[in-house]
């Protein structure tokens, strides 16, 4: 009988009309007994005497075979017995500027640094405990005193907690006043802006660098920021926090290798397990 095509169910032949298949119409017993009965049959091969030999053919004629003893139970209770590992990624630099503020400039409107990834906060009562709540912190440094006057950051206490709604205002702003050598730490959520500069002949200079989670793009690009000989004469661990370290377990691979070892073959031999911590992978990147 010919397969009918429609979404109605027929008790003798059914169109499956997502599949493409017809299901056939309701045999007997019998009739089951006799069409398995011409079915290849299933084997069940023993890992420990089976060659990959039989289990090909095996494989060709049935489309599935059973194999006896795969795995020992010795590897299954290792197995059950694993503990869950949480991964943890070393943070990186989000971006390195200077702020150069000079006479007459204009202050800069209030706003997060964390607008760059499009974070949309909820209010909080308090700092979660797990410090999962900011993508970033920054330093600022100042390279010369920063005033009132010359224009110190301003920025508003608390406001690393408000929603995303909260609009900020001017009026509650604090004055991060410092000397030169002194530096502001801030969350990227908490909103500030560079002050206005009412002097006629202070330069206001600060050095900022921030750092963003391992796992999140960095906001300057620090791969073309520099040549490869550049990055090569920085320090190992410049080199790991501009981004060219691995966020574990595997995040930022390049050539199925670590970036640093991509970076500097001499610094590691062959590809390092992706899986491997970095306290091994320092022991097998000394010098032979
Ligand atoms: O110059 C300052 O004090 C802050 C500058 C700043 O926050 C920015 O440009 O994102
Ligand atoms: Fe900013």
Known sequence: MAPRLGLGHDSASSFHASKGYSIPPTKTKEEIEMAKATLPKVLALDSKTCTVEEIVDAMKVTGGVIIRNAVSHDALDLIESHEKTFATSKPQIMNTVCFSINPGAHAQPLHRDDWCYQVVAQKADRYPDDLQRDTGIG???????????????????????????????????????????????????????????????????LFSCFMTRGWLRQEENQYISFTREETLAMDKDVQKIAGYQLSEPFLGWVKSTDPMVVLDPSAGVGNKDLFQKEDSFAKTAQPA
């Open 139 to 205: 330093w600022f440094v100042a390279g010369k005193d920063a005033t009132f006057e010359n224009g110190a950051t301003r920025f508003i206490p608390g406001s690393h907690l408000w929603e995303h709604g909260r609009e900020p205002d001017d009026n509650l702003v604090s004055y991060a006043e410092l000397k030169r050598g002194d530096a502001f730490m801030m969350f990227a959520s908490c909103y500030h802006g560079g002050g206005a500069n009412t002097t006629k002949d202070q330069e206001r200079l």
